[in-house]
């Protein structure tokens, strides 16, 4: 029998229980975690085979939404979860990211995290949920995992914190926070804001470390109580380290103060070649690795020690910055950013609401976004041979730090009723790509004509930590993000942060580390925005190549009068104009073309059927019925009025049907509109004026 184990831990208002040992027994760990009607089962196994050829863990980590949890069936041809959506990979990101520092470095088994979403409540969001899962099922495990950690997620409104909130909650949350860590030391930080100081932030890093520090002591204890024995890991030294240290440790401090990523590399390169010769026994694996491990150390002791960097400049230093705009002759817009070795062209394309990308997830039937960033890297940014195909995980994940950064900036779908969709491409790169997508991504908005609140700029800043000495890097290189600790990355304005990323290598920092961090990256984000702002500082005039999209508002009740029989109304407007015409439930109209005066024709068809008749206006009217008193003349479809026999020419009038025929347009005014709502025209008052309504509905 299976020894079942039940704890309990309230977190703010919510209670989460935990349960091991009566579900996916045959996994290393499992444990089924519920809150209220958020239920997720998290399983850990792991091949006890060592990978000694591979220099890295193969960990995976799978989160999936089973669509199931929202009581809905998937929708499309495929009734069934395929492959896992943006929003789950990012979710994996989270996971990933938190769980890999917590692993022996000679751990190199193939393990496996699955985490999937039984059941979801729309109050409790999964992802942090999962997040401790994924660190109970390998902590009570006999994998060797150097938890427990945990995840929480912060949202702020009305000067106060809230614990794991809803996504409706965050929606107009002034920080979206998501924070791992064990006990007092953070790890992992994903944060979206608008526009907040570092202060903020501060107070929510020491929110999260209390619910943390809740978190992995109910871990700890269901570990007491499992007894279980870790698989061991013997941590082997390798005797070719000190060899290469003592002989060619001194030419590798050389190289740093290299301004060139080509020259370093080729540097490198006759150095390794050297350590081939002089160890010709070894194996190009034991090399290899033994070479990266000392040349890292005499990179981190440059640093510390005597405060030089790779390429020479000083710890607060940014490298060189050049800044293009309106570089592509067809597009909507574009700019180039480029800061140092690292090089990302921002293209902007302006669409109308119907290019809106579409999902569905386990929390919406239907979401639509209407604003995208899109990241590339293809190999040739780092001059190495790469297959294209779909964006991986890193992609997605640097694309969605972009997005956030900016999207606090952008003006909202009723005063800009555009799709908007920016897609960085990265043409070189070392270090920092992410956020020299940001940059370029922000000049090639206000290129295109987005009217951008204010500028936003990226940095990412990295950390050497060596004992009881630090030093924090600000805008790092690729060499000085893998060697380093740290790579915490930062966006903002002027004003204050908008994001926030942080991944570590080591278990964790403390809340005063971060802090030192965050005032420093702040520095380099001010002399970042005084380059760009050199180039591009307010958004241009709408480009002229963009659509045309004009947004009404209408009465409820005059939707079917705008849609028509059949649609007959909405169908000749499109037509007649050549725009698109979008009709939402709640009146709300628009109008997209590609010329600027079709649009506006568009617009007085659209006024012409949906608005009241007024006093004192002219209409082209289409008469419908001629009696001896008068004439009933349509002016707008289903709205008649009378032009009595009085009102249909200056001269008197015998016989009605001697001046009007049934059929025949004519130009009436509205003399009255009494309480019931009949109209009075005028023919003789109307004659000779001109109408500017539509009358091609009368056609």
Not at 7 to 20: A, P, W, Y
Not at 37 to 55: C, G, I
Not at 623 to 650: D, N
Request: net charge positive; hydrophobic share 40%; glycine share 8%.
């Amino acid at each position: 029998m299976f020894k079942i184990i039940q704890e309990s831990v309230t977190i703010g208002d919510q209670t989460i229980h935990i349960e091991m040992g009566k579900l996916a027994r045959q996994a290393n760990g499992s444990v089924f975690i519920q809150c209220q009607e958020t239920q997720l089962l998290a399983t850990a196994v792991s091949k006890f085979r060592s990978q000694d050829e591979m220099s890295f863990l193969p960990l995976s980590i799978d989160y999936i939404e089973k669509m199931y949890s929202a009581g809905r069936i998937p929708g499309g041809y495929i009734k069934r979860e395929t492959k896992p959506t943006e929003r789950e990979i990012l979710t994996c990101r989270l996971i990933d990211r938190s769980l890999r520092p917590f692993f022996p470095k000679q751990f190199r088994c193939e393990t496996q995290v699955v985490i999937n979403v039984l059941s979801v409540d729309p109050k409790v969001p999964p992802a942090p949920l999962a997040i401790l899962a994924s660190s109970l099922a390998l902590h009570a495990s006999d994998i060797p995992f150097l938890g427990p950690i945990a995840g929480v997620q912060l949202g702020y409104k009305n000067g106060k914190f809230h614990i794991n909130p809803s996504e409706s909650f965050l929606e107009d949350s002034l920080l979206n926070l998501v924070v791992s860590g064990a006990g007092k030391n953070f790890h992992m930080v994903e944060a979206g804001a608008t526009e907040v100081s570092e202060k903020l932030f501060l107070e929510g890093f020491a929110k999260a470390s209390e619910v943390i520090s809740e978190l992995c002591q109910v871990q700890n204890k269901i570990q007491k109580k499992l007894k279980i024995k870790k698989y061991p890991v013997t941590e082997t030294k390798s005797d070719l380290d000190p060899k290469i240290t003592k002989k060619f440790q001194a030419d590798m401090m050389k190289v740093n103060g290299t301004p060139s990523k080509l020259q370093r590399k080729e540097k490198m390169e006759d150095i390794k070649k050297s350590i081939h010769e002089a160890f010709p026994k070894e194996s190009n694996f034991q090399i290899n690795e033994s070479f990266s491990r000392v040349y890292g150390s005499s990179i981190r002791k440059a640093m510390i020690d005597k405060k030089i960097r790779l390429d020479g400049r000083k710890l607060k230093e940014i490298r060189s910055i050049e800044c293009e705009t309106s570089l592509l002759k067809n597009t909507h817009g574009s700019a180039l950013f480029t800061r140092g070795e690292t090089q990302s062209l921002g293209v902007v394309t302006l669409g109308t609401t119907d290019d809106c990308q579409r999902t569905e997830t386990i929390s919406s039937a239907l979401e639509e976004k209407f604003f995208m960033l899109q990241y590339n890297m293809p190999g040739f940014a780092t001059g190495e041979p790469k297959r294209l195909g779909a964006p991986n995980r890193r992609e997605l994940g640097h694309g969605n730090l972009a997005e956030r950064a900016l999207r606090p900036l952008l003006p909202d779908q009723l005063h800009f009723p555009y799709t908007i969709r920016v897609v960085s491409e990265v043409l070189e790169s070392n270090g920092s790509s992410s956020m020299a997508s940001i940059c370029s991504s922000s000049m090639a908005l206000m290129d295109a004509g987005v009217p951008l609140k204010r500028p936003v700029a990226g940095i990412a800043m990295g950390l050497i930590l060596e004992g009881k000495k630090h030093c924090i890097l600000s805008d790092i290189l690729g060499d000085e993000d893998h060697f380093g600790d740290m790579d915490f990355k930062v966006a903002g304005t002027e004003k204050g942060i908008t994001a926030l990323q942080m991944d570590m290598k080591i278990q964790g920092i403390p809340l005063p580390t971060i802090e030192e961090a965050i005032l420093q990256a702040k520095e380099g984000i001010q002399h970042i925005l005084k380059k760009m702002n050199s180039t591009i500082q307010v958004s241009r005039d709408l480009s002229f190549k963009a659509p045309r999209v004009e947004f009404m508002k209408i009465p409820l009740e005059k939707i079917k009068d705008l849609i028509g029989p059949g649609g007959k109304n909405i169908k000749r407007i499109t037509a007649e104009t050549g725009c698109k015409i979008d009709i939402k439930d709640d009146g709300s109209v628009t109008v997209a073309s590609l010329q600027g005066p079709a649009a506006e024709v568009a617009k007085r068809m659209v006024r012409y059927l949906t608005t009241q008749a007024q006093v004192g206006e002219i209409y082209l009217g289409l008469v419908r019925k001629i009696t001896e008193f008068g004439a009933f003349v349509e002016i707008k479809p289903g709205v008649e009025g009378l032009v009595h026999v009085s009102q249909i020419s200056q001269d008197r009038v015998e016989n009605v049907w001697d001046h009007l025929k049934e059929g025949e347009e004519i130009m009436v005014k509205v003399l009255e509109i009494d309480r019931a709502g009949k109209l009075k025209l005028s023919r003789k008052e109307a004659v000779g004026l001109h109408q500017s309504s539509a009358s091609e509905f009368f056609h």
